[in-house]
């Protein structure tokens, strides 16, 4: 099914641009970047049964770093946002430390506590982050990039992040992760040490989401409070859970489906969370295994 | 016979708050030996089990394995040393496939467990042991079907298949035959007398007349002590076991009392 419908997607994506108006290319960029994100979180959530409410916050981390390294220190682009996705990365490895050895909803309230830190350290260490204005850049400007061409760079990381993200959850390590979600008990009596595997795997989750943060740094050229926030993270756990959680591509479905809609009805009425919050509530009774979940689901009937 | 043991308990001891669940317990396993561990309900023998294979730590005493102090050691780590063990309640993993199952149970022992971007292949040597570990629990053709699809004996049978695949030391079972028709428990009952002879058996076992067939020595054990030691042949008319298993004339209601305020502990 993958193997056929994937170049048919990816060929699409490829000539958006060429037909799309720039408002939507624009869009489009931003579902792929969020697509990223939302995989990150489902390699935890769907993967290793850990759901974070903390990718908001590695993702802005990235985010944050990229946009201070480039404009401030005054680093070149690409090093700039291998730096950031090193944040988010090393963080990632400090609030895995943290909280792996949790499940349920303690991992929940830890990495959400955990997130919200994060928050008020951009919020509060004004001389760096600048406080509630945030950091402003002109990445794209210096970049030269028009926003088809964007579009074509951040296609091309997506894919590759994507296809690095497909080849974790089917190695062996993938197996054990899924092994993990299963039944934790029965893999320490296998040998497994699974606090390491999930340190692991909640590092690489991170990796993962600074790639996302990094290139929206580009992508928007502006990193504020409200991208470490908590509904940030909400809002990556939420395309996730919309696309299917355990499903990995799932995320771009979810990023497609909560960005289109959000585009859609914010032209109507400034009643954007309420209509999510319905729709999230309907997913969950009719379709908890979200889009992806429900065609294999169907297709296998 | 008078070799190193291969599984040495000394005086074990495993409370909860002011429960001793396992009470000063000691014993000896020689290489190649099949024990089995019989008792009433609540008597402490799958905590012992947790004491040797670590999901639950010793309060008192030492458990020696093949020479190594393992009495502090995290399960993964007595599993790398060659402790294998079955669950009483099913613990499997239901989504996935039997396959898929094994491979897990093939690499907890293996490096490839940390392949992040490697193909999730068995490598010939592990092929070789699952299918081997396989075809001894009677499971061959079975490796695509997903386990929560498995019928219960099946499901008991690939908990045994999983213990084998990384060729232990030691096996520890429990209760490999609960909940299945006799049908299914001779199956099994074959499955463990094939085993290979060099291999360390300790079964848990409610069915006397099964468990007796397949051991060499039998320990039973009450209220979280050992109260008999003996080959299974002089099990069945020790008074003490009569006692154990038929109550005596007198006590009947005060040992099913100490029973059921030690349930929750097994």
Same mark, same amino acid.
């Given at each position: 099914m993958i193997r056929i419908l994937s170049p048919v997607l990816i060929g699409i994506a490829a000539l958006a641009p060429l037909v799309l108006p720039t408002y939507f290319v624009s869009v489009a960029t931003q579902i792929l970047i969020f697509a990223v994100l939302a995989m990150a979180v489902d390699l935890l959530a769907g993967f290793t049964g850990r759901t974070p409410l903390c990718h908001g916050a590695i993702f802005g981390t990235s985010a944050y770093v990229t946009i201070y390294a480039a404009s401030v220190v005054g680093w070149p682009i690409g090093l700039a946002m291998l730096t950031g996705i090193l944040a988010a990365t090393c963080l990632a490895m400090v609030f895995g430390l943290l909280a792996v050895r949790t499940s349920g909803v303690y991992f929940l309230l830890l990495t959400l506590a955990l997130g919200l830190i994060v928050w008020g350290v951009c919020l509060r260490w004004t001389e760096i982050t600048g406080g509630e204005n945030g950091l402003r850049a002109q990445l794209r400007e210096d970049l030269g990039l028009s926003t088809r061409q964007l579009y074509v760079a951040v296609l091309v990381t997506v894919l590759c992040a994507t296809a690095a993200m497909w080849r974790l959850v089917r190695s062996p390590f993938g197996l054990t992760m899924r092994g993990i979600k299963e039944g934790e008990g029965r893999m320490a009596s296998l040998g497994y040490d699974v606090t390491l595997h999930l340190l692991i795997a909640f590092t690489a989750s991170g990796f993962f989401a600074g790639v996302a943060g990094a290139l929206y740094a580009v992508f928007n050229d502006f990193a504020s409070p409200s991208i470490v926030q908590l509904s940030s993270s909400v809002q990556g756990l939420l395309m996730a859970i919309v696309g299917g959680v355990g499903t990995l591509f799932g995320g771009f479905v979810g990023a497609f489906v909560i960005i289109a809609m959000e585009q859609t009805v914010s032209a109507f009425t400034e009643r954007w969370p309420t209509v999510l919050g319905l729709t999230f509530i309907l997913m969950m009774i009719f379709a908890p295994e979200g889009v992806v979940g429900k065609a294999r689901l169907l297709l296998k009937r | 016979m008078f070799e190193a043991p291969v599984l040495s308990l000394s005086n074990i001891t495993v409370a909860f708050g002011a429960l001793k669940a396992v009470h000063d317990v000691s014993l000896k396993l020689r290489l190649g030996e099949? #024990?089995?561990?019989?008792?009433?309900?609540?008597?402490?023998? %799958? =905590?012992?089990?947790?004491?040797? =294979?670590?999901?639950?730590?010793? *309060? *008192?005493? $030492?458990?020696?394995?093949?020479?190594?102090?393992? %009495? #502090? !050691?995290?399960?993964? #780590? $007595?599993?790398?040393?060659?402790?294998? $063990? %079955?669950?009483?309640?099913?613990?499997?993993?239901? +989504?996935? *496939?039997?396959? +898929?199952? !094994? #491979?897990?149970?093939?690499?907890?022992?293996?490096? $490839?467990k940390f392949s992040l971007m490697g193909r999730d292949r068995l490598s010939h040597t592990e092929a070789a042991q699952v299918e081997a570990a396989l075809a001894a629990s009677h499971l061959v053709g079975r490796e695509a079907t997903v386990v929560r699809e498995m019928s219960y004996g099946e499901q008991r049978q690939l908990e045994v298949a999983m213990a084998l695949v990384g060729t232990p030391r030691m096996l520890l079972l429990d209760e490999p035959a609960a909940g299945l028709s006799p049908a299914e428990r001779t199956h099994v009952a074959a499955i463990i007398r094939n085993l290979p002879r060099n291999l360390t058996v300790v079964l848990i076992e409610h069915d006397m007349d099964l468990a007796l067939g397949l051991v060499d020595s039998v320990t039973v054990m009450q209220n979280g002590r050992v109260i008999v030691e003996a080959a299974p042949d002089e099990i069945r008319n020790h008074p003490l076991v009569q006692e154990v298993y038929l109550g005596k004339p007198h006590g009947v209601g005060e040992a099913e009392q100490e029973g059921r305020a030690n349930a929750h502990t097994v």
């Amino acid at each position: 099914m993958i193997r056929i419908l994937s170049p048919v997607l990816i060929g699409i994506a490829a000539l958006a641009p060429l037909v799309l108006p720039t408002y939507f290319v624009s869009v489009a960029t931003q579902i792929l970047i969020f697509a990223v994100l939302a995989m990150a979180v489902d390699l935890l959530a769907g993967f290793t049964g850990r759901t974070p409410l903390c990718h908001g916050a590695i993702f802005g981390t990235s985010a944050y770093v990229t946009i201070y390294a480039a404009s401030v220190v005054g680093w070149p682009i690409g090093l700039a946002m291998l730096t950031g996705i090193l944040a988010a990365t090393c963080l990632a490895m400090v609030f895995g430390l943290l909280a792996v050895r949790t499940s349920g909803v303690y991992f929940l309230l830890l990495t959400l506590a955990l997130g919200l830190i994060v928050w008020g350290v951009c919020l509060r260490w004004t001389e760096i982050t600048g406080g509630e204005n945030g950091l402003r850049a002109q990445l794209r400007e210096d970049l030269g990039l028009s926003t088809r061409q964007l579009y074509v760079a951040v296609l091309v990381t997506v894919l590759c992040a994507t296809a690095a993200m497909w080849r974790l959850v089917r190695s062996p390590f993938g197996l054990t992760m899924r092994g993990i979600k299963e039944g934790e008990g029965r893999m320490a009596s296998l040998g497994y040490d699974v606090t390491l595997h999930l340190l692991i795997a909640f590092t690489a989750s991170g990796f993962f989401a600074g790639v996302a943060g990094a290139l929206y740094a580009v992508f928007n050229d502006f990193a504020s409070p409200s991208i470490v926030q908590l509904s940030s993270s909400v809002q990556g756990l939420l395309m996730a859970i919309v696309g299917g959680v355990g499903t990995l591509f799932g995320g771009f479905v979810g990023a497609f489906v909560i960005i289109a809609m959000e585009q859609t009805v914010s032209a109507f009425t400034e009643r954007w969370p309420t209509v999510l919050g319905l729709t999230f509530i309907l997913m969950m009774i009719f379709a908890p295994e979200g889009v992806v979940g429900k065609a294999r689901l169907l297709l296998k009937r | 016979m008078f070799e190193a043991p291969v599984l040495s308990l000394s005086n074990i001891t495993v409370a909860f708050g002011a429960l001793k669940a396992v009470h000063d317990v000691s014993l000896k396993l020689r290489l190649g030996e099949r #024990r089995a561990v019989l008792g009433p309900n609540g008597a402490g023998k %799958t =905590t012992l089990f947790n004491a040797i =294979t670590g999901s639950t730590r010793a *309060s *008192s005493g $030492r458990v020696v394995f093949e020479g190594v102090d393992m %009495t #502090r !050691m995290s399960p993964q #780590r $007595r599993a790398h040393l060659g402790v294998a $063990r %079955t669950f009483q309640i099913t613990n499997l993993f239901a +989504e996935l *496939s039997v396959l +898929e199952n !094994m #491979r897990l149970a093939a690499r907890g022992l293996s490096w $490839r467990k940390f392949s992040l971007m490697g193909r999730d292949r068995l490598s010939h040597t592990e092929a070789a042991q699952v299918e081997a570990a396989l075809a001894a629990s009677h499971l061959v053709g079975r490796e695509a079907t997903v386990v929560r699809e498995m019928s219960y004996g099946e499901q008991r049978q690939l908990e045994v298949a999983m213990a084998l695949v990384g060729t232990p030391r030691m096996l520890l079972l429990d209760e490999p035959a609960a909940g299945l028709s006799p049908a299914e428990r001779t199956h099994v009952a074959a499955i463990i007398r094939n085993l290979p002879r060099n291999l360390t058996v300790v079964l848990i076992e409610h069915d006397m007349d099964l468990a007796l067939g397949l051991v060499d020595s039998v320990t039973v054990m009450q209220n979280g002590r050992v109260i008999v030691e003996a080959a299974p042949d002089e099990i069945r008319n020790h008074p003490l076991v009569q006692e154990v298993y038929l109550g005596k004339p007198h006590g009947v209601g005060e040992a099913e009392q100490e029973g059921r305020a030690n349930a929750h502990t097994v």
